[in-house]
């Protein structure tokens, strides 16, 4: 059998390398892929995905400008 | 999460009536199990009870489907037995060893007799999981129950463990790559990023129209990217229905071209033209058959009365050698001399031929009357020896007839064997489908390529829209930071656009680099478990998901492999998936062994278990599949309780499945 990869920590790891100079998206990006893990196969309202996105978003922007 | 399955509980499920209970021991090095059964006993319908268990569906040859066709889920004979008004159910129960412990898996659906005696089954089944947390078990029921089992095993990699061997050696000599792409993108779990990107857009989008109260630039940029959107999805559309259209008409080409590989008017040509020859053939063959056994039957009734008058004719020929032998014959006066004497009445002397003398003379004419007739037979005496010659060469002269007669009918037979066999062949190559089929290919063959540039043309135009539109975007938040009110506004996009781009390039790198590995080690595999290792150089998967054998001589032989070799493909393309997945779920493979020669049998068999070890293979196999080389190389794999027989009643109707430990041999 082959050796086993790990496909999340691959996913991980290209994505900070692409953002390593820009902290806001790197938090952006692992907060939204743990919610679509979160609502992964679970019926939810497209309205109430985009008002989670904003929460996402105007937290980060608060991060980072503290 | 690894797992394996510990027993498989059914009750009433297709032609399984009554409760049934398979228990798999478990060992990392005897992996296997084996359940042996006939075609049409219920070896698929197992596997089925597992799909149904896991995802509420069945695994058909024809694909997925739901049960509400043909024969009811719930045993036929058990609805019939009920009476009206009475309940029943079906049910597949499935204990699983998990690293975190046990799980019981249970799926129910109900169904009955109504009040009028009219057997049912209702549309939705339950399902149950039942899972340890720590120290508890918790019972998992509704809606949201799938979940944990589709965390445990996605649906979307079920394939990939549960097979049907007949659809996993299809799949090389099917597959798009677009087929292969999805495949792999299946394992690559890019579902997670793709639907963060969607997300981000539509949440754009949403941002987007919340601006109010902007400058008449900024609603003219609005306008715009509204615009571009717009052109985007509809394009986007117009390019998945294309592709879709593809697809079908590229799956329908390829199957012509297979079909056309063996089908096609120059072989029916050839076969018609050899057909011919053979009729002719057969036809101067009767003819020389036709003389050669007269020949032989005008001897037969020539030599058949010597034969039978043989004893005589030797005796004849002893009287007459014994005759010769006394000197009686041949006769030394001619008797129509003495009778021209007597009829004269003088004797060669001159004396008269009167009283004693002419008596006596007239006694010798009457005893050379007698010697000439010997004289005859003297002559036939050559006759008799010759007759008698020929009778001694009789056995060996009908042999020689008889072997001619006995080449020609046996030419005759292999010609007109060959005849039936091409007239089978051109049977099949119906003429009228195969020209039909032609002219299709040749119509399919411009449909695709008008397609394919149709597509291009619509995939650089959403390449274009897009370039457009983030410039746009780009422009937006300029114009949104010239106005303060704006500020926030634009700093959600912006954070939202900057997120966007990486996470779409993430995309496209972890694709390409995931396809890589499915690439080395798809082809590390099919090098494992291949048979001929040196008739092969490699198995690649393109930047295009075009999947390429190499032959040692430099072909590409994807279109050409053997059933065994496209089943080792398929096989190492699974696991190299399976792997990559991340998922350790068993493998349970049905008709693994169909159409495969004896030597892949034999290698497949040997490598396979060793191959997955830790992994367990369960292997529903026919009695032609399990002979006794496969037996012998999956006993080292196989814990003897592990062998499973799918016995039918006498009416083939229902089956049980009984450990037959003990009763491999």
């Known amino acids: 059998m082959n050796e086993e990869v790990n496909i999340s920590d691959l996913i991980m790891s290209t994505v900070y390398s692409l953002c390593r100079e820009k902290p806001a998206v790197r938090k952006l990006v692992k907060r939204s892929l743990n919610y679509e893990l979160d609502i992964w196969n679970r019926h939810i309202r497209e309205s109430d995905i985009a008002s989670e996105y904003d929460l996402m978003v105007v937290k980060v922007i608060k991060e980072m400008s503290q | 999460m690894r797992f394996s399955i510990s027993s498989l509980k059914i009750t009433n499920f297709r032609q399984y009536r009554g409760k049934h209970t398979i228990e798999f021991t478990l060992d990392k090095k005897k992996n296997v199990v084996i359940i042996k059964g006939k075609n049409g006993s219920g070896k698929s319908n197992l596997l089925n009870a597992i799909t149904w268990c896991l995802y509420d569906l069945e695994v058909h040859k024809e694909g997925d489907t739901k049960y509400d066709d043909g024969m009811p889920i719930i045993n036929a004979a058990e609805l019939e037995s009920l009476v009206p008004g009475q309940m029943t159910l079906a049910e597949v129960e499935i204990a ?3 690293e975190n412990g046990s799980w019981l898996i249970r799926r129910q659906v109900e169904g009955g007799k109504d009040g009028l005696g009219n057997p049912y089954v209702r549309p939705k089944s339950e399902l149950t999981v039942i899972h340890t947390k720590g120290d508890q078990n918790l019972v998992e029921q509704g809606d949201d129950t799938q979940i944990y089992i589709n965390k445990l095993l996605p649906p979307a990699l079920r394939s990939f463990f549960l097979i049907d061997g007949e659809q996993l050696r299809e799949f090389f000599r099917k597959s798009t790559p677009k087929k292969i792409a999805e495949a792999i993108d299946i394992v690559s779990q890019l579902a997670l990023l793709e639907q963060a990107v969607y997300h981000l857009h539509q949440y754009q989008s949403r941002v987007n129209k919340s601006i109010k109260d902007t400058s008449p630039k900024v609603k003219a940029i609005q306008l715009e990217i509204k615009s571009f959107e717009a052109k985007n999805a509809e394009t986007q559309e117009a390019i998945q229905k294309g592709e879709q259209s593809l697809d079908t008409m590229e799956e329908e080409l390829r199957d012509i071209q297979n079909y056309l590989k063996n089908h096609n008017v120059g072989r029916i040509s050839a076969l018609q033209g050899e057909r011919e020859t053979i009729d002719k053939d057969i036809s101067r063959r009767n003819r020389e058959l036709g003389d050669v056994e007269e020949k032989r039957n005008r001897y037969l009734v020539r030599l058949a009365p010597l034969i039978y008058l043989k004893p005589t004719i030797e005796r004849a020929l ?23 004497l007597l009829d004269r009445g003088v004797c060669i002397c001159g004396n008269d031929l009167e009283g004693e003398s002419r008596r006596i003379l007239e006694t010798y004419g009457e005893r050379l ?6 004289e005859v037979t003297i002559e036939g005496r050559i006759t008799f020896g010759g007759i008698l010659a ?5 056995p060996q002269r009908m042999d020689e007839h008889n072997e001619s007669i006995d080449g020609l009918k046996a030419e005759l037979e292999r010609k007109k064997r060959r005849r039936e066999l091409i007239a089978e062949e051109i049977q099949e190559h119906n003429i009228d489908d195969v020209l039909r089929k032609e002219d299709r290919r040749s119509t399919l063959e411009k449909n695709v390529a008008t397609k394919r540039q149709l597509l291009l043309v619509a995939q650089s135009d959403v390449q274009n829209f897009t370039t457009r539109l983030e410039g746009k975007k780009k422009e937006l938040l300029h114009e949104l930071s010239i106005d303060q009110k704006n500020e926030e506004l634009r700093a959600k996009l912006s954070i939202a656009q900057e997120t966007l781009e990486v996470l779409v390039t993430a995309e496209e790198i972890v694709r390409a680099k995931i396809r890589e590995l499915v690439e080395t080690n798809t ?8 048979r001929k290792k040196g008739a092969f150089t490699g198995v690649t998967i393109d930047e295009n998901y075009s999947v390429r054998v190499a032959h040692v001589q430099g072909y590409n032989v994807i279109n050409d492999l053997s059933a065994g070799e496209y089943l080792i493909l398929g096989l190492s393309f699974m696991s190299a998936l399976m792997s990559i997945s991340g998922f350790q779920s068993p493998v349970i493979i049905d008709t693994p062994l169909g159409k495969i020669d004896e030597e892949h049998r034999e290698y497949i068999t040997t490598e396979l278990p060793k191959f997955l070890e830790g992994t367990q293979l369960i ?28 016995k039918e009643d006498v009416h083939g109707i229902e089956s049980r499945v009984v450990n037959a430990h003990g009763a491999k041999a």
Do not use: C, H
């Not at chain 2, 009357?369 to 010997?374: D, K």
């Not at chain 2, 082809?523 to 291949?530: A, D, E």
């Not at chain 2, 399990?626 to 814990?639: C, I, T, W």
């Open chain 2, 96 to 98: 699983l060893d998990t």
């Open chain 2, 318 to 340: 002893a009287y007459i050698e014994d005759k010769v032998e006394k000197g009686e014959l041949p006769a030394r006066i001619k008797e129509t001399f003495v009778r021209e």
């Open chain 2, 369 to 374: 009357a007698l010697s000439e007739l010997s």
């Open chain 2, 390 to 394: 020929e009778i001694d060469e009789f």
């Open chain 2, 523 to 530: 082809q590390r595999n099919f090098f494992t478990l291949i």
């Open chain 2, 619 to 646: 292997l529903l196999v026919t009695p032609t599949e399990y002979d006794s080389a496969v037996r012998r190389n999956l006993d080292q794999f196989l814990l003897p309780e592990n062998y499973y027989e799918i």
